[in-house]
């Protein structure tokens, strides 16, 4: 919707919402689609959408198909195998500006916040074990910072070893928050130099961080690849439940409230698709109204329901362990986490530019985005692949229609596209305006930024105020 329309008064937006209802009444240029996913908890509004009948409801007959693993995802949506698909949001922000692949992909409609955590082996939590710190009733003091990896990285460096964490995929969340947290701690994540052909991200590193699927995860993990990992639901609960491993910190005390995954689709089926597009996300907006509706009420429906084969495929009590407001870290030790999963309150499914600006900003820490840009070039890439305006207009759709109310949604007479400042939280107590990037990448002692040096002198640079941070960190109790 044009920014005109929206300043002209909730009246007029109702209206427009009436007749754009009406426009959607229409017959949806294709009805027939197919939408990927991998096998994780937050693929859930895709799941209900379905099975209640929400894409039926707007003319639409949709198949869900699993895919081995994100870059495949990836490859099927930019081909056209998929109509579109739930992905990182890292995915359709990278492809948008040539890192990994060159492609438009686009988003109107975000999926969800949060649903992540990093957990170690039991190897590497019994060396650390006695150094965390502890409550009063004996039980650690989650979240833990990745100071308490102190002892098992001495212990791997003096037998000529680093240890080796799993994430999902070079431009995921996952990625993003396990560099954000080790490096919180002075212990460095590694740079990638696309420019001299290192694209491993390992450039400086004090941990190796590799790709690993999702589902991969606890296996790999048991078998000794990998002594830890960041990914999402149910595969850390999973950990816990086979006694394979101990989650030390969820994404959300790493920073809270920020897009997760988004449903993702090429710039070109959006243009030769509108009228399916915004029926699409008309039924996600329901799926995840009905997702957080009346404080989780219907989340035990939803685990029982994705824990089917062809949906997640894993135990429906190992997915209501982080799904339903809770979170599980060793065996019995559940602790309360209502906002692990979100979908819908908070404006979740909204595609705020300010979440998009931080996962640029990250790709520029670490390296992914070569060289420095202006503050200007982090909006227009947020703005040109966050899609607010379908948002808002299957959103007023939806009210005209009565399924939801005004109040379930921004306002969007006044909506800037960025969160207020202090809805965020960082682990490291960082403070980001989405609109100042380059500031804010020169808060952090390990990172790259616009500093006027050559990358690789910048990453030596940087590698070394590292190691001083580390220094002064041994030891110490996060």
């Known amino acids: ?73 990836q490859d099927r949506v930019i081909d056209g195998q998929l109509d579109g698909a739930h992905m990182l949001a890292g995915q359709v922000l990278a492809s948008s500006i040539g890192i990994g692949v060159q492609a438009e992909l686009q988003t109107s409609f975000i999926i969800g916040l949060n649903g992540n955590a990093c957990t170690v082996s039991h190897s590497i939590w019994q060396q650390i074990s006695s150094e965390v710190p502890r409550r009063a009733d004996g039980r650690p003091d989650y979240p833990l910072a990745a100071s308490v990896l102190t002892p098992a990285l001495q212990q791997a460096a003096e037998q000529g070893r680093k240890l080796q964490f799993g994430m999902v995929f070079p431009v995921s969340s996952h990625n993003y928050e396990l560099r954000y947290w080790l490096a919180a701690s002075g212990i460095h994540p590694g740079f990638y130099d696309p420019a001299s052909g290192d694209n491993s991200g390992q450039l400086h590193a004090d941990v190796l961080l590799s790709v690993t699927p999702p589902p991969q995860m606890p296996a790999t993990m048991e078998a000794g690849t990998i002594q ?87 135990d429906a009590n190992i997915i209501a362990n982080s799904m339903t407001g809770v979170f599980e870290y060793e065996a019995g030790d559940v602790r309360q986490a209502p906002d692990f999963n979100v979908f819908f309150r908070y404006h979740a499914s909204y595609p705020y530019y300010s979440d ?41 759709a939806l009210i005209a ?16 596209g960025y969160r207020p400042l202090d809805q965020v939280r960082f682990i490291d107590q960082q403070s980001f305006d989405a609109k100042a990037p380059n500031a804010y990448l020169r ?4 990172g790259l930024s ?26 110490s109790q996060p």
């Open 1 to 73: 919707m044009k920014r005109s329309l929206v300043k002209k008064g909730l009246n007029t937006l109702l209206l427009f919402g009436l007749g754009l209802s009406l426009q959607l009444s229409a017959q949806p240029e294709k009805d027939e689609l197919t939408f990927g996913f991998i096998k994780l908890t937050d693929m859930a509004p895709l799941a209900v959408a379905l099975e209640r009948g929400y894409f039926e409801d707007e003319g639409l007959y949709v198949q869900l198909e699993a895919q081995s693993n994100w870059r495949v995802l």
């Open 443 to 446: 808060q952090f002692a390990i």
């Open 401 to 416: 229609d009565g399924k939801l109310s005004a109040s379930d949604f921004p306002d969007f007479n006044n909506e800037t």
């Open 356 to 396: 998009a600006v931080w996962y640029l900003s990250q790709m520029r820490r670490w390296g992914q985005i070569p060289q420095a840009q202006p503050d200007d070039w982090y909006q227009q890439v947020a703005q040109r692949v966050f899609q607010p305006a379908i948002y808002q207009q299957a959103a007023l």
């Open 228 to 314: 830890g990992y960041c990914v999402g639901e149910p595969w850390n609960q999973q950990a816990v439940a086979r006694n394979l491993g101990v989650p030390l910190v969820t994404n959300y005390d790493i920073h809270s409230n920020m897009a997760e995954k988004v449903f993702g689709v090429s710039r070109q089926w959006a243009e030769q698709h509108p009228k399916t597009h915004l029926k699409v996300v008309k039924a996600l907006i329901r799926a995840s109204h009905w997702l957080d509706a009346e404080q989780n009420a219907n989340r035990q429906a939803a685990a029982r329901l994705i824990a089917q084969p062809f949906y997640v495929g894993a």
């Open 450 to 475: 616009d500093d006027p040096m050559p990358q690789a002198q910048q990453a030596q640079a940087h590698s070394t105020q590292a190691q001083n941070v580390q220094s002064n960190n041994a030891g």
